[in-house]
Structures are given as structure tokens and as C-alpha cells.
């Protein structure tokens, strides 16, 4: 326990944020596991400094546990008591950036390394640590891609993000993209001659909005979740250049997070029919130049309730988790498509994840120490 809280610190001290560079990180990770003769594999997440890493201690057969946990952190911002990058000890608590979402995970696992490469396994424990899971889970992918031909099938996947040690069996799915309008500038004088792309982008944020409610009042809910129906939000909006001059361009950000019956395809298709009919020939009535395109930023499945083998695993280590719901995502939906049972299961509490102070109890650490080594002893021979 006290190495975890000893790695936790030398983690919390790199600064990975997603989207920008981590091999000093990864460096550290693989030199941990090379120190134990566990051979780690980088896998490079779109760019070369950007890496995620798996490793496969025991036996590569059919049947293991996969444990997985991301490297990246969302900013630290302004605000702290104290550094978000050193580590502070404070009444059980251990504050830092990361700290509950999720090295907190990431330092246990590391910690129990040398015990999981000293144990005769005879099924094999995979560990999967990936980068750009803050901003909309890109690096998992990558690493699944490396993972598929690598190892052996696991009969459960553990992802360790903040749930106090109950498991977690669903969650929403999450498709993020941006909306950018091309309108025509002029002088704010002369409407009549331009298009706002502004005024344009306010009433598709209007109509999404529509949607929403309609959505909320509608039928199709899962209450098991909170809010029980699909969200649609629309959070970022940029455009013009000054008070006086027509907006030549705007963009905005939505994302929709789907109960697991539902798709965010089917809602997507309805505002790209919307903007092809009723938007799109507005604008070009005007000006043929003015436009209206959508890229994706992110797009994470669900995790739809099972009740498999990684459910009754966690039993079987953790007899008092409660089973929950959750309305955020994870990589965990990644992981289920690919045909891995899987769960959320690890320590902390997701209600200090990304918040200035971030902190873990150290109680919450010896519970996941006690669990995973619960966990190894199931697995030996």
C-alpha cells in the first residue's frame, strides 16, 4: 500500500495532458515493468509522442483479466491549495491532479506488478494504459488495434475509473462534433447584403435544443440512468469578428449521450436533414459560398448492462459493491465491442475528478490494493 501511495506521487508529478506529448510518462511505466521482466508494448496513438502501453503477465491464454486505466489528466486550472503536480498528504487524503481520475488505479495496479510477476498464474492478467481518454477516449482505439492479435481473449475487463469500489454496468454513450456555418460579411448596416453566420448557428442551437426537450418529454427512457433519457448539449460557440460587421463564421460544439437502446446516428441524421432542407438553401439564396459543415470530435458507446463474467468477478473480490448506473462515459463501451466482457470498477469518487483540490482518500487505495489481491490469488495456480 505504501508503494502505491509512492508511485501515486511520482504520477502525479508528469503533467500528460491530453492531446500533447507523454513518453516521459510511458518511459517511467515501462521502466517500472521491465524492473519486474514484464515486457510492455508502446503503441502509438495517432502521433509518435503520444503513446499508450500493454503488457501481459502469465500465461497468454484464454481467460484472463484485463485491467485498463488511461495516463492523460484534464488541466490542472487555477485555484489549488496547493501544486497540482506534487502530491500532498493531508488527514487521509491525497491531493493532486489525477489523483482520483485515474492514477490513483494506474498506482495500485503498478504497485502489485511485482507480486502479479512472482505469482504462477494460470490465466493471464493484461494491463492496458492509454493515452487522449480526456479528450473523447481517441487513444484507446489504437491500443485495442495492438492489443486484438496480441493476447489471448480475457473472460473480463476491469476499468478503473472513480466508483468508490462498486461496479459500474452501464453507462451513456457520448458523440461529440462541431458545427461550422460560412456566412457572407458586410456591414452590419446592410444585413440585407450579408449572412450572419452567427444568426444562422443560433437558431441550429435553437433547434438542437428543440430536440432536447422533445427528447426529455418523450417515451423512450431508461431509468436506471439520471437523467433517464438521451442529453443533447450544446456547450462551445465561437463566431464574428466585431459588433458592426455581419458574422462570416461560427462554430459550436454538441454532444449527445444515448441511453444504450438508443443510437446517436438516428438523431445526428435528423439535424443533418434539417440543415440540407431548411438552413443550407436560406443561407445559399444569398450567397452560393456560404456553408454549413459537421466533423466529429468523439464518438464513445455505451456500456450496455451484461451481468457476465467481469460482473461476477467483482463480486466474488468485492462482495459489498453496489451495482450503478452511470450517465458519463468511459473506454469501457470500446472494450465491450470488442466482444471482452467488461465493468467500471476502481477507487475514488468521480465527484473530485477534474475539480481544482482533486484528491483520493487513501482508504479508497487499500480497497483496490485489497481487491486486485484478492484478485491475483483467484488467478494462481
Do not use: M, Q, Y
Given at each position: 500500500m505504501q508503494n502505491a501511495i509512492e508511485i501515486l506521487e511520482d504520477l502525479v508529478a508528469f503533467d500528460c495532458l491530453p492531446g500533447t506529448p507523454n513518453l516521459t510518462m510511458v518511459a517511467y511505466v515501462v521502466s517500472l515493468l521491465a524492473r519486474n521482466n514484464v515486457q510492455a508494448h508502446v503503441v502509438a496513438s495517432?502521433?509518435?509522442?503520444?503513446?499508450?502501453?500493454?503488457?501481459?503477465?502469465?500465461?497468454?491464454?484464454?481467460?484472463?483479466?484485463?485491467?485498463?486505466?488511461?495516463l492523460d489528466v484534464v488541466p490542472a486550472g487555477e485555484g489549488w491549495g496547493s501544486s497540482p503536480w506534487r502530491l500532498r498528504r493531508t488527514n487521509g487524503k491525497l491531493y493532486?491532479?489525477?489523483t482520483a481520475d485515474m492514477k490513483g488505479f494506474v498506482a495500485v495496479v503498478l504497485s502489485l506488478v511485482p507480486l502479479m510477476a512472482t505469482t504462477t498464474l494460470r490465466a493471464p492478467i493484461h494491463l492496458a494504459f492509454s493515452c487522449d481518454e480526456e479528450i473523447g477516449c481517441l487513444g484507446i482505439p489504437y491500443l485495442i488495434d495492438a492489443m486484438r492479435p496480441r493476447i489471448a481473449p480475457p473472460s473480463a475487463v476491469l476499468v478503473g475509473e472513480p466508483t468508490q469500489m462498486d461496479v459500474v454496468i452501464g453507462h451513456k454513450s457520448s458523440h461529440s462534433f462541431v458545427t461550422s456555418l460560412g456566412g457572407l460579411s458586410g456591414h452590419s448596416s446592410r444585413t440585407d447584403l450579408g449572412v450572419s453566420a452567427v444568426t444562422a448557428g443560433a437558431r441550429l442551437i435553437t433547434w438542437l435544443g428543440d430536440l432536447a426537450d422533445e427528447i426529455e418529454?418523450?417515451?423512450?427512457?431508461?431509468?436506471?440512468?439520471?437523467p433517464a433519457y438521451t442529453t443533447v448539449h450544446c456547450g462551445l460557440v465561437k463566431g464574428g469578428s466585431a459588433a458592426n460587421v455581419i458574422a462570416e463564421s461560427c462554430?459550436?460544439?454538441?454532444?449527445?449521450?444515448c441511453i444504450p437502446s438508443e443510437e446517436a446516428s438516428s438523431y445526428r441524421s435528423r439535424y443533418e436533414t434539417h440543415i440540407r432542407i431548411n438552413v443550407e438553401p436560406v443561407m445559399r439564396a444569398i450567397s452560393a459560398a456560404c456553408s454549413v459543415k459537421i466533423r466529429?470530435?468523439?464518438?464513445?458507446p455505451a456500456l450496455k448492462p451484461q451481468g457476465g463474467d467481469a460482473l461476477e468477478i467483482v463480486r466474488s473480490i468485492n462482495p459489498n459493491a453496489?451495482?450503478?448506473f452511470v450517465s458519463y462515459a468511459t473506454e469501457a463501451g470500446f472494450f465491450q465491442k470488442e466482444g471482452w466482457d467488461t465493468v467500471v470498477f476502481g477507487p475514488g469518487d468521480i465527484a473530485q475528478a477534474h475539480t481544482k483540490d482533486e484528491f483520493i482518500e487513501s482508504s479508497e487505495l487499500a480497497k483496490?490494493?485489497?481487491?486486485?489481491?484478492?484478485?491475483?490469488?483467484r488467478l494462481k495456480m
Open positions: 495517432g502521433a509518435e509522442d503520444r503513446c499508450g502501453i500493454h503488457a501481459t503477465i502469465g500465461p497468454n491464454v484464454p481467460g484472463g483479466i484485463l485491467l485498463s486505466g488511461h493532486g491532479r489525477g418529454n418523450g417515451e423512450s427512457r431508461d431509468e436506471r440512468f439520471f462554430d459550436f460544439t454538441t454532444d449527445i449521450r466529429d470530435r468523439s464518438n464513445v453496489k451495482i450503478r483496490a490494493d485489497r481487491c486486485l489481491r484478492d484478485l491475483i490469488d
